[in-house]
């Protein structure tokens, strides 16, 4: 280890109690938020090290490292950070304080309400997370180290979408961005329609024939132990194609069947049931949804047909390759 890497490591060492004063001050400002000990401690770090690094000649003293912390914007880095790691009530605190400017930086920017509507859309569903990565869901809020203010990060977000939306409506998309932007969110990440071939191939057909009823099976009363909330948003979502925001309207008309279920959940969390749902919410019930028919089939590819975790992988294979259609949904009941 080279000595400029020594003398980062010491800072960063004497440097510890500082950064846990400040998670400290945020926790106290944001106890629903969770325990954020960790993350937290290793995103000061990260940002601490790349201050360091882009200061070697300077050699910055331990009261350098404290006044560059003491400009982090820490209570929007606990915020960022809690919505990364899933807490609900982060991401109520942010629709609350960020949604109208998103979408005022949005209309301001935008040449039309309609991509400016695209664009708030897209920017959610990359702040929630569209990748998992080793069983990690990857927000893009991760990518935000506090400094300068989470607004001006955002409107950053926000415009890098927009350039993006102009060259998808005016150029060609390749294939590589065509299989990285899969779709709104966990959905299609767990579920998405692949072409046969390379490794799929090397599955033997008979191996395929053998496990497809186990498949077929499992699948079919996955779905069917869902309550019928979430079978109604897998209708909404799979079948009728609407857009996260357009559940979310739904879900706010007094007439709707999600209305009901969504009261008695608010009124538990002794949240305002007649507020505003915004799409993060949506879509962590989606991602709940599909977690729960993932434990389900593989719980019963296991118990009800015995089968090894070589061959529910093989299962795992079909229902992604075989039964990703809109078809496939079209099956749901709602009693």
């Not at 000595?3 to 440097?15: M, R, T, Y």
């Not at 003293?61 to 880095?77: C, N, R, S, W, Y």
């Not at 186990?214 to 109604?232: G, P, Q, V």
Request: one cysteine or more; aromatic letters at 8%; glycine letters at 4%.
């Amino acid at each position: 280890m080279s000595s400029e890497a020594i003398q980062s490591e010491d800072l960063l060492s004497e440097c510890e109690s500082v950064m846990a004063e400040i998670y400290a001050r945020c926790a106290e400002n944001a106890p629903n938020f969770g325990d954020l000990t960790d993350c937290f401690n290793a995103s000061l770090r990260k940002t601490v090290s790349r201050y360091l690094q882009n200061n070697p000649s300077e050699k910055p003293t331990f009261e350098d490292v404290k006044e560059f912390l003491g400009q982090i914007q820490a209570d929007d880095l606990f915020l960022a950070l809690a919505c990364a790691n899933g807490s609900e009530r982060a991401w109520w605190e942010f629709d609350q304080q960020h949604r109208s400017y998103l979408e005022r930086v949005a209309r301001h920017l935008a040449r039309t309400d309609i991509d400016a509507q695209e664009v708030v859309d897209t920017v959610y569903v990359e702040l929630y997370g569209t990748r998992v990565v080793d069983g990690e869901r990857v927000s893009k809020f991760a990518t935000y180290s506090g400094r300068g203010s989470l607004r001006g990060w955002l409107r950053t977000v926000i415009w890098h979408s927009l350039v993006d939306l102009h060259r998808a409506s005016h150029d060609e998309v390749s294939l590589d961005e065509m299989t990285e932007n899969v779709g709104e969110g966990y959905a299609h990440a767990q579920f998405a329609e692949l072409k046969l071939g390379g490794e799929g191939e090397m599955i033997d057909r008979l191996a395929k024939d053998r496990y497809r009823k186990a498949t077929l099976s499992a699948i079919e009363n996955a779905f069917a132990n869902l309550d019928n909330h979430e079978k109604l948003l897998l209708l909404y979502y799979h079948v009728e194609n609407l857009k996260l925001r357009e559940i979310a309207r739904l879900v706010e008309n007094s007439t709707s069947p999600l209305r009901g279920w969504f009261q008695r959940k608010s009124v538990s969390r002794e949240e305002n049931p007649a507020s505003r749902i915004h799409e993060s919410t949506v879509m962590r019930w989606l991602e709940k949804s599909y977690s729960k028919v993932l434990t389900s089939f593989r719980l019963e590819l296991q118990k009800t047909h015995d089968l090894r975790d070589e061959e529910i992988e093989i299962c795992m294979g079909l229902a992604t390759q075989d039964l990703a259609s809109p078809n496939l949904y079209k099956n749901l009941s709602v009693n």
